[in-house]
């Protein structure tokens, strides 16, 4: 599939975007995941404005991609995607949280148009994907299984019981990605819960692993183009983040996992996230010469 | 106490969990959205009946329950209509995070077959028996409860859990369950109990295995000269309400058994009717006493704690005794 440079440039833009807008849907929220819900927007971005084949217009359209957000605390960021796409009104973002808001911290399926599970507790995404992905392959459909996955949250066994079932069943179908970020709740991943060897962990599970800098979209294109393509061995793909990527002030801090942002607040992050892709771009169009 | 199971003496030709599969078969035949999953159980469950006509239909996860039912829910959601099986203490226990947050909440069109509830597979030990899911299983929103009498009604249960959209906990026995039905044709519907016997002197409610001794006790009574009601309350959510405050007001006593903690079940659910419809009534609740149980045969500890026929009885004549007091005549010094 590729990248363009016009693609590129219309992706950069759009990720910006949606990190500005997660920004402000976390103010008006009173408070959100948002270090998790930034270092995970360039790849919403690639899935839901470059591959996943969706038709907003039939929310429900059997044939759809799927995409089951497994860190599913980052609502305040995936949100701004559903909505942006056109799925809802952006109007509705300054309801988050709001008594009645159909958009809650973690988002309901039932409630949310464009949302293919209600996903929270940590660890069910996968074994979920899993189940639409062997679904779809039996109903003859080609529709592929796309799974956001958090790092910390592969502490749950049942992420691996998944993983185990994926390489069992070869369900090449599910398109796993992990945001490793290295952040969780408490500290880092390898102060509260090593994880590394991690890409050694999925291999040892019948993974074909590609790590990938997570907020590079030509580096993750590549990876996405691969792991479509793969028929043999399920592909999981690790994206190096930055937790709170974009925001200089919170960026790399777990203490930022979930915070508040005052008007002043979201007014400076929005102005830092404008310095980081105007930097990001400059960086990008420099290695390519 | 006997040393023998007697059930297997009085088993017809199949035991309760093969009904189950057979009807499954027979749902699979005619809705290739039916699939069946099971976690390293397929034998044991009998959901390895589709296995023969339905090789790619059925899905065995190992041993690991929670990706089973978060990946029945995902199945769900992209249209097939899965059947999940295992023990009743892993299907309501091992992997509840995952029915409660992927089935329940999501709404999803996912059954769940427990089977080996209660202390029917009472050599096993409490790591194998289940006498906690009916009080779980009520408390998840969207989910309905049903314990079948036999396997004649595990059909019935399993083809209404079809028939109806979202989830279903069906909870029933190992091995062998004595008929209480001679066929499947008697009326079941969800929701709705089934007056087994005809009395007004006290009611007696019961589901699953308890169904077939609250009747044989009613037997006994009647020699006694004691007309029990005998309510087969195979539906546990939703209630039947109507025959619950119907066995209040013309018998103003109620016995309730269950292959379950008296805490959280079929007494929890009929005593939360009782009293929230505020007529007078003696109530007592038959089941295990918030104990972990002893281990033997299923018979055996159903007598041990007092909820086997004889049981039943015992405890009906006590409450027979029992003067039930008019609201008016409430005295204060009583307490």
Not at chain 1, 24 to 46: E, N, R
Not at chain 1, 216 to 231: G, H, P, S
Not at chain 2, 123 to 142: F, L
Request: glycine share 8%.
């Amino acid at each position: 599939m590729g990248l363009n440079k016009e693609e590129f440039l219309a992706l950069e833009n759009k990720a910006r975007e949606l990190r500005k807008l997660t920004v402000d849907t976390v103010m008006w929220a009173g408070g959100g995941h948002i270090g998790g819900a930034l270092s995970a927007i360039d790849i919403l971005t690639l899935l839901y404005y470059k591959y996943m084949n969706i038709d907003v217009s039939n929310p429900k359209w059997e044939d759809r991609d799927r995409f089951v957000l497994s860190k599913g605390h980052i609502g305040v960021g995936f949100a701004p995607v559903l909505a942006d796409k056109g799925f809802f009104d952006k109007e509705l973002l300054k309801t988050y949280n709001h008594t009645y808001s159909k958009l809650g911290m973690h988002l309901d399926k039932n409630k949310v148009v464009g949302l293919d599970a209600s996903t929270g507790s940590l660890g069910h995404g996968l074994s979920i994907a899993l189940g639409m992905a062997l679904g779809g392959r039996l109903l003859g459909k080609n529709f592929k299984a796309y799974c956001l996955l958090g790092d910390g949250e592969c502490n749950e066994g049942s992420v691996w019981e998944a993983a185990m079932a994926i390489a069992h069943f070869k369900a090449t179908n599910v398109i796993t990605i992990i945001d490793r970020n290295k952040c969780m709740i408490d500290g880092r991943t390898e102060d509260v819960m090593g994880l590394e060897p991690f890409a050694d962990k999925w291999e040892a599970f019948g993974f074909e692993v590609r790590t990938v800098d997570g907020h590079d979209l030509y580096a993750l294109t590549e990876v996405l183009d691969y792991a479509i393509k793969a028929q043999n061995k399920p592909v999981a793909i690790i994206a190096d983040t930055l937790k709170g990527c974009g925001v200089a002030d919170i960026q790399d801090d777990y203490r930022y996992h979930y915070a508040s942002v005052s008007e002043d607040a979201a007014a400076k992050y929005k102005k830092q996230i404008d310095e980081y892709h105007d930097k990001r771009l400059k960086l990008q169009e420099k290695s390519n010469g | 106490m006997a040393n023998l199971n007697y059930t297997m003496f009085d088993a017809e030709k199949m035991s309760t969990a093969e009904y189950y599969g057979k009807t499954l078969c027979e749902l699979a035949a005619k809705d290739s959205r039916v699939v069946g999953l099971s976690a390293d159980l397929a034998k044991s469950t009998k959901i390895g009946a589709l296995e023969k006509d339905f090789p790619e239909r059925i899905f065995n996860f190992g041993i690991a329950e929670q990706n089973m039912f978060a990946a029945a829910a995902g199945m769900a959601e992209v249209g097939l209509i899965p059947f999940v099986s295992t023990f009743a203490v892993f299907a309501s226990m091992r992997a509840l995070d995952q029915f409660h947050t992927d089935a329940c909440y999501q709404n999803m069109n996912v059954k769940v077959i427990a089977t080996h509830a209660g202390l029917s597979f009472g050599q096993a030990g409490s790591t194998h028996h289940c006498t906690e899911d009916i009080g779980i299983m009520r408390t998840m929103a969207n989910c309905r409860v049903i314990v079948p009498a036999d396997g004649r009604e595990t059909v019935n249960a399993v083809k209404a859990a079809y028939e109806n959209d979202g989830p279903f906990y069906i909870r029933i026995n190992r091995g062998y369950d004595m008929p209480v039905y001679p066929n499947s044709d008697y009326g079941f519907e969800l929701g709705k109990a089934i007056q087994m016997t005809d009395g007004t002197d006290l009611t007696i409610i019961a589901c699953g295995s308890c169904v077939i001794r609250a009747i044989a006790a009613a037997k006994q009574l009647e020699a006694d000269g004691i007309r029990a009601r005998v309510l087969n309350m195979h539906t546990i959510k939703p209630i039947d309400k109507e025959a619950i405050e119907k066995a209040v007001v013309e018998t103003k006593r109620i016995i309730t058994v269950e292959d379950h903690n008296i805490i959280g079940g079929l007494g929890s659910a009929v005593a939360e009717t009782v009293t929230e419809f505020g007529k007078t009534c003696v109530m007592r609740k038959l089941g295990v006493p918030d104990t972990f149980s002893i281990i033997g045969l299923h018979e055996d500890l159903m007598a041990e704690y007092g909820y086997d026929a004889n049981g039943i009885v015992k405890t009906a004549r006590e409450i027979i005794g029992i003067q039930v007091i008019d609201e008016e005549n409430w005295d204060d010094d009583d307490f």
